[in-house]
């Protein structure tokens, strides 16, 4: 049994880096949703340069690790300048990486919503911008809901990244933990916990938003 006595010593320290991955998951929750939603109405547009910026970031980011594009915030950007700390690459790389997958998962969901929805806003007086912002995208959303919350349940998973580059998360914390009291199952056991105690709610209620869009229609 892991010793509570690990947790009671360093509960200061295990919240500390429990409300930066809280912190970090909301700034790359809403920032890859944001850039995912502007990816996937790019990939569906028939402006051909937007259609292939669009479907170059998702082929790329899709297809490498997300350990390297936070590479790239944190050891890449200062040979040009600029200089990141380890908290605001892993936030940036992790809100660039998770927008790919947000993309594709709305880009399937605009693509479910019925063509005839399209021409009825337009044939309104509607333009594009506006076709999609208050006829397409809502019905899209609703679609995608089960995907959407896999994704932003990963992202809170994938926030543990930020323990290799001194990003202040609860893995960077728990590594200092378990450097000073070498008892190493015991530390992260409670890292465990603390991340459930972020995704099980997740899961319950995007089960319980998806029952509702469902008995909504």
Avoid: C
């Amino acid at each position: 049994m892991p010793s509570f006595k690990i947790f009671t010593d360093y509960f200061d320290t295990y919240m500390q880096g429990f409300l930066n991955t809280i912190y970090t998951s909301l700034i790359a929750l809403v920032g890859s949703f944001l850039i995912g939603t502007i990816i996937a109405i790019f990939r569906i547009t028939n402006n051909r340069p937007l259609q292939w910026l669009g479907t170059v970031y998702v082929e790329f980011i899709r297809n490498i690790p997300l350990m390297l594009v936070v590479f790239i915030f944190f050891y890449g950007l200062p040979s040009i300048g600029i200089t990141l700390s380890g908290f605001v690459s892993g936030t940036i790389g992790l809100m660039v990486y998770t927008a790919a997958f947000v993309a594709e998962a709305i880009r399937a969901g605009i693509m479910a919503v019925p063509k005839g929805q399209t021409e009825a806003a337009r044939a309104s007086g509607l333009n594009y911008t506006q076709t999609m912002i208050h006829v397409i995208l809502p019905q899209a959303i609703k679609i995608v809901i089960p995907p959407l919350s896999n994704q932003f349940i990963n992202l809170v998973k994938n926030s543990s990244i930020l323990g290799a580059f001194a990003g202040l998360d609860l893995m960077y914390y728990a590594d200092r933990v378990a450097s000073k009291t070498y008892a190493t199952f015991d530390t992260y056991i409670f890292v465990a916990l603390l991340y459930l105690v972020l995704t099980l709610p997740l899961s319950y209620m995007a089960l319980q938003l998806e029952r509702k869009l469902a008995k909504t229609g």
